[in-house]
């Protein structure tokens, strides 16, 4: 017989205890991520209107070092508190099905909704190698510090490179075309009519992510993204 | 028409289990699923062998005694329809079916294909109720109800119980069967008393039986025999968090409680 107690009439039991509430945090923590990652797509891609461009941006974005380390450490906190609360679910989760099922079905789930605690690690492993190579630059062949088009066309030449780039971004599209819609319903918004679009948008936001993410080492390994003195 | 069944078999809560393999023959098609279980029993009594145990009770589709999961899917492969109304002539002759019971912390196993669904009874305690002022009868009509409030408040009043959300969540979680209470009281006037209690207390029940985290993924939907939407469940995602926001605590002084 299982045996819980009843919760006691007026339980103290901390608001952040809640799975709800635990699972808001991870849906506002990701929506404010999916605005840092749309941002960072658009801000990327004007390595296509040549290096001029790009290198003028990426100087202005680190020019008031407040402002910069303030979004460093803001991401950070983002990224903590939604891999704090994925752990944290987790362990609930992997408690709540001691037995598995000889025969399970999928009727109506998609792969990225399974995927959500695969694809999200994975991400994680990548933003701290993303780091490495094109913000810190240790993980870099020839890493400039002003040069942020060479970085990326350089460091994108290295097949092996651009293939685990092109891994990592399907991942994160995965989780995007999922997770985009999955916050609404967590932040308690589900309507008949709204919520078919919201699918709909959150399945485009993943392969037009994609293709724009997808965009840069693919220009980059085929030539069509030369290198700075190619140009001149 | 025959079948190959593979049954979980588990003598009780505490004995270790494992399929078994039998033969269902002459398996009419007119039968419900349950019928072509209770014909297997007849054989398996007939041999002297311990019969095959399930719940049932309505045999109707309303009650939410039964259920079981039928090749992986929860209550077998027709949609919006419990074991007990599913019909043979679904399957087709020669099929291999496994039969198992719901999987879940919170559910232990009581015998073969029977589950302890208690925990879903306490969530119930928890804060699934309205309070009123007994006496006599109130006047009919006396609380107007908004004809949409109304129509969302009786279909998540559609829940039986049976737990087959909980059986087809890859999370084990009971976020359906909890959203569809949630929602039934808290859309309609006569349950806006409670509502904040009811939305912390029942998701608190919900985690001290062991019952896993939603992950938006929607194989409850497409389990549940009563076609609960998982708008339910946002229903209670936002009742919570109004509730966990605006909660007070107790008070050390004055009136009431
Ligand atoms: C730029 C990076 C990321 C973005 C934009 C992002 C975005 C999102 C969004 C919007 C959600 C939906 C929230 C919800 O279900 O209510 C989500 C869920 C989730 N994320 Fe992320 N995420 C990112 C990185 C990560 C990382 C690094 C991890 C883990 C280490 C992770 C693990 C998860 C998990 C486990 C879920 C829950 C899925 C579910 O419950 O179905 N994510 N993410
Ligand atoms: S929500 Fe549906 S599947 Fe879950 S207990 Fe109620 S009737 Fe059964
Ligand atoms: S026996 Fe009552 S619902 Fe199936």
Redesign the interface.
């Known amino acids: 017989?299982?045996?819980?107690?009843?919760?006691p009439?007026?339980?103290?039991?901390s608001?952040f205890?809640?799975?709800?509430?635990?699972?808001?945090i991870m849906a506002a923590t990701g929506a404010a991520l999916y605005l840092f990652v749309t941002v960072h797509l658009l801000g990327n891609l004007q390595v296509f209107l040549g290096p001029e461009a790009i290198n003028t941006y990426a100087a202005k974005l680190k020019s008031i070092p407040e402002i910069l380390w303030g979004a460093r450490l803001g991401l950070l906190t983002l990224v903590g508190l939604h891999i704090l609360t994925t752990i944290q679910?987790m362990k609930?989760?992997s408690?709540?099905?001691?037995?598995?099922?000889?025969?399970?079905?999928?009727?109506?789930?998609t792969a990225a909704?399974?995927t959500?605690y695969l694809s999200g690690p994975t991400i994680a492993a990548f933003i701290v190698y993303h780091l490495l190579h094109l913000t810190v630059g240790s993980a870099h062949p020839q890493f400039s510090e002003t040069d942020v088009y060479s970085n990326i066309v350089f460091g994108f030449r290295v097949w092996w490179v651009s293939a685990a780039y092109l891994v990592a971004m399907a991942l994160l599209c995965t989780h995007l075309s999922?997770g985009v819609?999955?916050m609404?319903?967590?932040?308690?918004?589900?309507?008949?009519k709204h919520?078919p679009r919201i699918k709909k948008f959150a399945h485009a936001v993943g392969l037009i992510y994609f293709a724009g993410f997808a965009s840069m080492p693919l220009a980059a390994l085929s030539g069509f993204l030369p290198p700075f003195f190619e140009r001149l | 028409m025959n079948l190959t069944l593979?049954v979980?078999r588990q003598a009780n809560?505490a004995a270790p289990g494992r399929?078994e393999r039998y033969d269902a023959r002459n398996v009419s098609e007119d039968m419900s699923f349950l019928e072509m279980l209770d014909v297997v029993n007849e054989q398996l009594i007939a041999e002297s062998k311990e019969p095959i145990a399930f719940e049932h009770d309505c045999r109707e589709g309303i009650c939410g005694s039964c259920g079981f999961?039928v090749?992986?899917?929860a209550h077998g492969p027709q949609r919006g329809t419990t074991v007990c109304q599913l019909h043979m002539r679904h399957f087709k002759d020669g099929e291999e079916l496994?039969l198992?019971p719901w999987?879940?912390?919170?559910?232990?196993v009581l015998k073969d294909l029977v589950v302890?669904r208690?925990?879903l009874d306490?969530i119930i305690?928890?804060g699934g109720y309205v309070s009123v002022r007994t006496g006599s009868a109130p006047d009919g009509n006396a609380i107007s109800v908004p004809k949409e409030a109304a129509d969302i408040s009786m279909d998540a009043a559609a829940c039986i119980g049976c737990g087959a959300c909980v059986a087809?969540c890859?999370?084990?979680?009971a976020a359906l069967f909890t959203g569809a209470k949630i929602s039934h009281l808290g859309t309609l006037p006569q349950g806006q008393a409670e509502r904040s209690r009811r939305a912390?207390?029942m998701?608190?029940?919900?985690?001290?039986?062991?019952?896993?985290?939603?992950?938006?993924?929607?194989?409850c939907?497409?389990?549940c025999p009563k076609q609960i939407?998982?708008?339910m469940?946002?229903?209670?995602?936002?009742?919570?968090?109004?509730a966990?926001w605006q909660t007070r605590?107790?008070r050390k002084s004055g009136g009431g409680?």
């Open positions: 017989m299982s045996t819980a107690a009843l919760a009439p007026n339980s103290a039991r608001l205890s809640s799975v709800i509430v635990k699972k808001a679910l609930i989760n408690k709540a099905r001691p037995v598995a099922y000889a025969k399970k079905a999928n009727s109506a789930s909704s399974r959500m999922h819609q999955s609404f319903q967590s932040l308690g918004f589900n309507h008949p919520t | 593979h979980w809560a399929m999961m090749n992986g899917v496994y198992e999987r879940a912390t919170a559910f232990p302890d208690g925990a306490r305690a928890a087809a890859p999370n084990a979680a912390l207390r998701v608190e029940q919900l985690s001290l039986e062991d019952f896993g985290a939603c992950t938006n993924i929607g194989e939907e497409a389990a939407p998982i708008e469940i946002a229903r209670m995602n936002h009742d919570h968090l109004k966990a605590g107790a409680e």
